[in-house]
C-alpha cells in the first residue's frame, strides 16, 4: 500500500466510483483508493475480478452507453475516471471510449450533483513539444494523436462543466506510470504508483480546485514540464526514475533524426494512420 495512506483518519468519502478498474492503472487505483473511502464502486467494459468484501461494488459499463454511466454514478460522491482507450487507436474507437465516454461522466455528475471529478488526462495533450522544451498548464496546448485529442476535449469539458455547473475538475496530464521506466524517454516522464496515488488522492481531496491541470511525473531528475500553476494541490512526489539511468541509458539508441526520440510524445507521435 501506499505510504500516502492514512488508516487512522476518517475516510472524506463515503462512495467513489472509479472508472477502468481493469486497466493498468485502474488496477492499481482500485485496491489504494479504498483508503479515501468507505466503499469503491469499480466499473470497466472488460472482465474485473469480483468485488472484494463489503467496501466494494463491481459494475461492468460501456462508457458509450449513457443510460448506463448515469446509473453508475448514483448515489458516488466522486469521480475517478480513469475509463477509455489508453493507446493511439482509429479515431472511431477513440470517439466512443474517450469522447461520447468523457461526456457522460460529466452529464451524470451534473445530474446527481457530484462536485469532483479526477480526470485520467494525458501528456500527449501536449506531445508536440520538443524534448527540449519545458512546458506548463498554460502552453498551448499540441496534441500529438487521437489519443491526445480525446484528452484536450476532457480538459474542455472540465472548463465548461466548471464554469457552468460548479463541477471542480483536477486534469491529470499523466506522463509514464509503471513500475519502473521501460525506455530513455520515461527517465522524464516516469510515475511511480506511490506518487499516482499521492497525486489522486491530492486531486480528490484539495479544495478550491476549479479546474486544475497537473502533470502527473515523480521527482525525476530531467523533466520536461512545470506544476507551477498546480503548486495549491500540494502535490510533492517522493520518488525518481533516477536509480534507473544506467540500465535504461543502456539500452540501443535510436536514430538522430528519430522524431519520437525528439519529441515529448514519443511513439505516439508517429502511430498510425489506421485507414491506409
Wanted: charged content about 25%; proline content about 4%; glycine content about 8%.
Amino acid at each position: 500500500m501506499s505510504n500516502f495512506n492514512h488508516r487512522d483518519t476518517p475516510k472524506p468519502f463515503n462512495r467513489l466510483l472509479l472508472t477502468g478498474a481493469a486497466g493498468g492503472l485502474g488496477q492499481v487505483m482500485r485496491e489504494r483508493l479504498q483508503a479515501h473511502a468507505n466503499v469503491v464502486r469499480v466499473s470497466d467494459i472488460s472482465a474485473m475480478a469480483p468485488a472484494a468484501g463489503d467496501h466494494e461494488e463491481v459494475v461492468s459499463c460501456n462508457l458509450a452507453d449513457k443510460a448506463a454511466v448515469l446509473a453508475l454514478a448514483q448515489d458516488v460522491d466522486a469521480i475517478v475516471h480513469l475509463g477509455g482507450i489508453s493507446t493511439e487507436r482509429d479515431f472511431e474507437s477513440i470517439l466512443d471510449a474517450n469522447i461520447r465516454g468523457t461526456f457522460h461522466i460529466y452529464e451524470a455528475a451534473r445530474k446527481h450533483g457530484i462536485k469532483r471529478v479526477v480526470f485520467a488526462s494525458s501528456n500527449h495533450v501536449t506531445g508536440f513539444y520538443p524534448q527540449d522544451e519545458q512546458v506548463d498548464a498554460h502552453s498551448p496546448r499540441r496534441p500529438d494523436c487521437y489519443y491526445g485529442l480525446s484528452k484536450a476535449y476532457g480538459e474542455d469539458l472540465a472548463t465548461f462543466y466548471f464554469h457552468r455547473y460548479g463541477i471542480e475538475t483536477v486534469s491529470l496530464r499523466i506522463g509514464s506510470s509503471f513500475p519502473e521506466p521501460r525506455n530513455v524517454r520515461m527517465l522524464s516522464t516516469w510515475l511511480s504508483y506511490d506518487d499516482l496515488d499521492h497525486l489522486v488522492e491530492r486531486a480528490l481531496v484539495c479544495e478550491g480546485v476549479g479546474h486544475t491541470v497537473v502533470y502527473g511525473m515523480s521527482d525525476n531528475r530531467d523533466v520536461w514540464w512545470s506544476n507551477r500553476f498546480a503548486a495549491h494541490l500540494g502535490f510533492a512526489p517522493k520518488d525518481s526514475s533516477e536509480r534507473f539511468r544506467a540500465q535504461m541509458e543502456a539500452l540501443p539508441k535510436p536514430a538522430a533524426d528519430d522524431r519520437s526520440a525528439l519529441l515529448q510524445g514519443g511513439a505516439f507521435t508517429t502511430a498510425g494512420p489506421f485507414d491506409d
